[in-house]
């Protein structure tokens, strides 16, 4: 069997409490708040409806018989129900959230004020395109700006987030492949990959086979060599890596996919550290997505819509997906249906219905014509420099997997410097929580023992890195020093403390059950 | 009854033409607490090295190999509702399926109990 190599402990601990219990379960402005069902009645509501007017029933048997039980709440009880539970959030808006390869920069909020705009906010994807030249033309535009950045060809705006972005490119793989006449179904993924590139190829039909990671976390070219062959039909390459390094080898590599026949994904997730630095069709790559929200400061999660465009290169661009943005002479067409495609044109299919997240596109447009190409490259170098900040803060304390050198955007610590203590990286992690930090990325990459992957984005000031600094090197000295046991209760001042993640996976309740003596008298 | 281990941490002893299987104490100790796991299917054709289980942890997922190449004649099915027991019993209760041999001498590739603690030791 494959093996849990990570060292991540999965025994929970059971922490001893010691503040006093409240009357209310609250503890000061940390309300414990129940749930909508809990709280919610069926005889109360925020708004006031009319009575219907008289009408005839002719749903005959399929009538309702009982209530369906909605809950109901006045207007400012739902308010403080909402309010409270946005108080458990924590979020980029909070504090610094060094989630490694996540990239959880600020979002300016003239992205915000752009995207409601009339005439981008309150448009409608069925509406005559006619009335929406603008939108048409601010995605032609995002396309181009993503083009010139990358040094590629085409681009699909449409796929919804990074993993549909690498279904979309690897889908576009796979029908140049069946083009051509050929059935290679081996797709390479190396061993530090994001867990979504092997899935991705999976998915759509691929054979996933792993290139072996050299010890300082990057892709040896001649593991590459001997694994390819006329079975292959892509590589999935991260750069820079997950290891924060960048593939310094990636041309050779390239060279040696495209001889072989084989096409070269990268994953873009970490573009943010090369904007403006290197452009990824220079490196030889033949499609990547973009993840607007990490490297074009759209908002994260929660939810909400996403949005992850995937570039081409001239050997791919035929087969993008409808729609997509032809440029002609007196502006950009969105081309939507087959029946309007040109010779040359041989999209695999489409993605989404529509064209994709347009809010995402207004506020990435937003973000790169409030920073120009200028302020792009900058936000890059000063993403790379806060993350070597952070490590030569910590290098004397902590451990590096491959010695201490140069990172990208991010720095990866192992938990070299923890053995002994009887502190493990999940420990470690949660003692953060009570500093009032987002902890960073743990156990990724896999092939890394207790990773700690520190990502802290160009959006930092000197003073926050040398605060997060500082209350590492102190978490790093109670270890050290033998106060083990607040690292096991960690947290001791989030509104849970720690979690029993064996049994919420073993016996999750995922649906809310009425409580007995209210279902009794119900029936 | 023999039993033999492989490099992927696997067990499987031999009574005759049928084998049991199941994953080894250090690979539940490394895995960590499992919370589900998958069967083959009972008639299923494994080969030597193929995948034929899959054991989910708090945080790993990871495929079981079978051993040896065969066709699977019983499963262990207190194990979807009880994962746990491949924690507490690994090498007893916890055992994953049983399987035909095919051809017994796909035997001598295997790790002895002796070689297999040797290999275990050294990782």
Redesign the interface.
């Known amino acids: ?6 060292g ?4 929970p601990t059971t922490p001893e409490t010691s503040a006093p219990e409240t009357f209310t379960g609250n503890r000061a402005l940390q309300i414990e708040e129940a749930l909508l069902f809990e709280i919610g009645r069926n005889d109360v509501t925020g708004v006031d409806f009319d009575d219907p007017a008289p009408f005839t029933e002719r749903l005959g048997k399929h009538a309702r018989k009982s209530s369906i039980d909605l809950p109901g709440l006045s207007e400012p009880e739902a308010m403080r129900h909402y309010v409270r539970l946005s108080q458990k959030n924590y979020s980029i808006d909070s504090g610094l959230y060094p989630l490694g390869s996540c990239t959880m920069k600020h979002n300016p909020r003239i992205n915000e004020k752009m995207a409601r705009l009339p005439g981008l906010g309150d448009i409608h994807p069925l509406q005559p395109l006619s009335t929406v030249q603008g939108a048409v033309e601010l995605m032609a535009e995002l396309g181009r700006w993503l083009l010139e950045m990358t040094g590629m060809t085409s681009v699909a705006l449409s796929p919804k987030a990074g993993a549909h972005g690498e279904l979309c490119g690897m889908m576009a793989i796979k029908a140049a492949v069946r083009a051509k006449g050929e059935n290679r179904n081996i797709v390479l993924v190396p061993e530090s990959a994001h867990g979504t590139n092997p899935a991705t190829a999976a998915a759509i039909g691929f054979k996933v086979v792993t290139v072996p990671a050299r010890p300082d976390g990057t892709v040896d070219p001649e593991a590459v060599k001997a694994l390819l062959s006329p079975e292959v039909a892509a590589i999935m390459l991260t750069n820079p890596n997950t290891c924060g390094l960048f593939e310094r080898d990636v041309v050779e590599i390239a060279a040696a996919v495209h001889a072989a026949g084989a096409f070269f994904y990268c994953d873009g997730a970490n573009f943010n550290a090369i904007v403006g630095k290197a452009k990824v069709g220079e490196l030889g790559v033949d499609a990547m997505h973009i993840n607007l929200h990490k490297t074009f400061s759209t908002p994260h999660g929660g939810g909400g819509p996403g949005a992850g465009p995937v570039v081409f290169s001239e050997r791919l661009s035929a087969f993008a997906p409808l729609p997509f943005i032809r440029v002609e002479a007196d502006g950009p067409v969105l081309v939507e249906n087959e029946s309007e495609l040109q010779a040359g044109e041989t999209p695999f299919g489409r993605m989404v219905a529509f064209h994709g997240q347009m809010g995402m596109f207004v506020r990435a447009l937003s973000y790169m014509l409030s920073h120009g190409a200028d302020g792009l490259q900058q936000a890059s170098e000063d993403a790379v420099l806060n993350a070597n900040y952070v490590r030569a803060g910590l290098r004397d304390l902590m451990s590096q997997p491959s010695g201490d050198r140069t990172c990208m955007h991010e720095v990866l610590f192992d938990d070299t410097f923890l053995d002994g203590t009887g502190v493990t990286t999940l420990d470690f992690a949660k003692a953060m929580i009570d500093e009032g930090y987002h902890p960073m990325t743990m ?1 990724f990459p896999l092939v890394v023992h207790g990773a700690m992957l520190i990502e802290p984005t160009e959006s930092e000031s000197k003073a926050s890195l040398d605060l997060f600094v500082a209350t590492l090197r102190d978490l790093v000295m109670k270890a050290k020093s033998g106060d083990v046991e607040r690292f096991h209760q960690a947290p001791l001042y989030a509104p849970r403390r720690r979690l029993d ?2 049994r919420a ?2 016996s999750p309740k995922l649906k809310w059950e009425k409580p007995e003596p209210w279902s009794e008298a119900a029936e | 009854m023999t039993t033999y281990f492989t490099k992927d941490h696997e067990w499987i002893r031999i009574d005759g033409d049928l084998a049991t299987v199941g994953i080894t104490d250090y690979a539940q100790s490394q895995l960590g607490d499992v919370v589900y796991c998958e069967l083959p299917e009972v008639g299923a054709t494994l080969t030597k090295g193929g995948e034929a289980a899959v054991v989910e942890s708090v945080k790993a997922a990871s495929d079981v190999f079978s051993p040896v190449s065969g066709v699977v004649q019983e499963v262990n099915a207190a194990l979807t509702d009880e994962p746990a027991k491949i924690n507490e019993a690994p090498e007893s209760d916890g055992w994953f399926f049983k399987i035909v041999l095919s051809d017994s001498g796909e035997l001598a590739e295997l790790f002895d109990e002796a070689a297999y603690k040797a290999f275990v030791e050294a990782l």
Do not use: D, H, I
């Open positions: 069997m494959a093996m849990n190599t990570q991540r402990p999965t025994a156990y993640e064996t996976a073993r």
